[in-house]
């Protein structure tokens, strides 16, 4: 048997695993785990944050944009409970994610010491899997069966290390078992329910698609059916870009992060195949639409929407075989007036992003950032008005990819996520996008980008303002107190800490600033850049309600809806007025 340090053989455990990379802050109660890293650090690397939290979101943000699980580590006290808001992000989300915590050492634990607390049951909730070891040769054992848990249940593990015993001699070899991610066993198709649905699709007159995270791995099948049955689809907006955004079939999501022609599509239908997703909202439908759910839980059958049909599959295997049917349908007036509302919706956002006569428009930072993003550009997108722009606009059409806080919503994720990607990624172009209130939460972390020299573009949409919150203040009648923020000089701050800022406050200044970014990143630059963008503070489309149908709202209600947010009847018809139109 080998001798080494239980610390050393945690990391062996972590490397075997193909953990690359952790994030954390040491402290007295890890020191000795993390000097197993260091002995181990020709291929695991401790990268040190600023904040645990920061290591925490970062570690979600890994597991989101990769499939593998991530590492972050805290000490006993204040370092674990940090590290508590990137785990529930990370459990709400169903992903894997290894929290290595620190604990006073087994000598002075239940002594009232200093920082000591019990930390086990603060982890039982957001943790699946959570033990505190109780000798040194069980560490590498347990830190084993955390990470197959995590993977299991796509969900959390919590090991908790007394610090004496990570730094005890063992006797270690490693394991003989394979370090396999746990795959589900698929449910079996039944090919007469996948026959029946072919059917339901051909006789419906509305019918869409709508597809979800459980469809991520299947999108040319998405793409397949959804041309085949001439299917107008929308996805939930953390699956967006399992369709490509740029399909004209594709309508975007519904919702507050969503499209006008999504929700006017959705609900016009009178027959929804829902894909992959536990869609919350779907129970806001419209009562009288056939509700198909296809989903690999079975848990998740029904749980938001009393469902007509249900089939226990597998999304890639349903739509696979759902396509081999050989079933089509004709492009019917239903599909081309969705589609024309698509194309009415992005002509009205490019009108929003050329005008700053009044002030930088967020929608005109949108389009900049699409056209200089590469085809294989990594997204880490905050919480808040930013993800509304972000999910409407950028590109997710090739191999673009994001990662965002979708269940937990939690601000402050765009700039962890943007540091994880460039480190899960480092040849491929990253952003984070983020508000001035969520980016102000975390930029100090802009210091671990510097250090661990990671060119991350980091866009700060700055309009003074909780503007998220502000919306759900008007919609409430309510005062707008307790949202404005203070303004800074984010560029300036970028500048100061080592990295590169650029401020724009108008289109032409935009224009400039994304020249030079592209010559920096031609350059091989190594620093991240902040792009500190003054924009106007306007409250943006809220296309959860869409009340512009005269077939459906009052006159006033219809007019209201126009002018708070302009959309005009001349280029922003009702879908019931194009539908009308491609019928005759």
Avoid: C
Wanted: aromatic share 8%; no cysteine; net charge negative.
């Amino acid at each position: 048997m080998t001798k080494m340090t239980a610390g050393q053989a945690l990391a062996k455990v972590l490397e075997r695993w193909d953990i690359d990379h952790l994030y954390g802050i040491t402290a007295d109660s890890i020191n000795n785990t993390v000097d197993g890293l260091y002995q181990e650090r020709k291929q695991l690397n401790y990268i040190q944050v600023r904040h645990e939290e920061v290591g925490a979101l970062a570690a979600a943000a890994d597991a989101k944009l990769t499939g593998k699980i991530g590492v972050s580590f805290g000490s006993a006290g204040p370092g674990a409970v940090h590290l508590l808001n990137g785990l529930y992000d990370a459990k709400m989300d169903h992903v894997p994610v290894l929290a290595l915590v620190g604990q006073s050492a087994t000598g002075i634990m239940n002594t009232n010491f200093f920082q000591e607390m019990n930390q086990d049951p603060v982890f039982a909730d957001v943790a699946e899997f959570h033990k505190q070891v109780t000798n040194a040769d069980q560490i590498p054992y347990v830190v084993d069966e955390a990470i197959r848990s995590a993977y299991a249940s796509r969900s959390v593990s919590v090991v908790i290390l007394p610090d004496d015993l990570s730094g005890q001699t063992i006797d270690f070899d490693g394991f003989k078992t394979a370090p396999l991610a746990v795959v589900p066993q698929k449910p079996t198709l039944d090919e007469a329910a996948v026959e029946a649905v072919a059917t339901e699709l051909k006789t419906a007159k509305h019918p869409i698609m709508w597809v979800g995270q459980g469809a991520r791995k299947a999108q040319a099948a998405v793409v397949k059916v959804a041309e085949q049955f001439n299917l107008p689809t929308l996805s939930t907006a953390p699956a967006t870009g399992v369709m490509p955004t740029d399909h004209p079939l594709f309508m975007g999501s519904r919702g507050r992060l969503g499209t006008k022609a999504a929700f006017e599509v959705s609900q016009a239908a009178d027959l929804v195949l829902f894909v992959g997703t536990n869609y919350p909202f779907a129970r806001f439908l419209p009562g009288n639409i056939k509700f198909i759910q296809v989903n690999n839980n079975l848990a998740d059958l029904g749980k938001q929407r009393d469902a007509d049909t249900t089939i226990l599959a597998d999304a890639a295997d349903f739509l696979t075989r759902l396509a081999a049917t050989g079933v089509t349908r004709d492009a019917t007036p239903f599909v081309r007036a969705a589609k024309q509302d698509k194309l009415n919706w992005l002509t009205w956002l490019g009108n929003l992003a050329a005008d700053d006569h009044d002030g930088l428009a967020a929608e005109g930072v949108m389009a900049a950032i699409k056209a200089a993003a590469t085809s294989d550009a990594v997204f880490g997108l905050d919480v808040g008005n930013n993800t509304e722009w972000s999910i409407r606009q950028l590109p997710f059409d090739h191999a673009q990819r994001f990662a965002m806080s979708a269940w937990y919503g939690t601000m402050g994720f765009g700039l962890p996520a943007g540091l994880a990607g460039k480190l899960s990624y480092p040849d491929k172009q990253v952003w984070s996008i983020s508000g001035d209130g969520g980016f102000a939460m975390v930029m100090p972390d802009l210091l671990t980008e510097v250090k661990y020299q990671l060119p991350v573009i980091n866009v700060v949409l700055e309009n003074k303002a909780l503007g998220y919150i502000g919306h759900e203040k008007i919609t409430a009648g309510q005062a707008p107190y307790g949202i404005d923020l203070v303004g800074a000089d984010w560029a300036g701050m970028a500048d100061n800490m080592g990295g590169i800022g650029f401020k724009v406050t108008n289109l032409a200044e935009l224009k400039t600033a994304m020249t030079k970014i592209e010559a920096l990143q031609a350059a091989g630059n190594t620093k991240p850049i902040v792009l500190d963008a003054k924009i106007k503070n306007v409250d943006p489309i809220d296309t959860s309600f869409v009340p512009v149908d005269p077939d459906q709202f009052d006159a006033k209600t219809i007019a209201t809806y126009r002018k708070q947010y302009a959309v005009d009847e001349a280029t922003q018809p009702a879908f019931s007025t194009l539908l009308k139109q491609f019928e005759n």
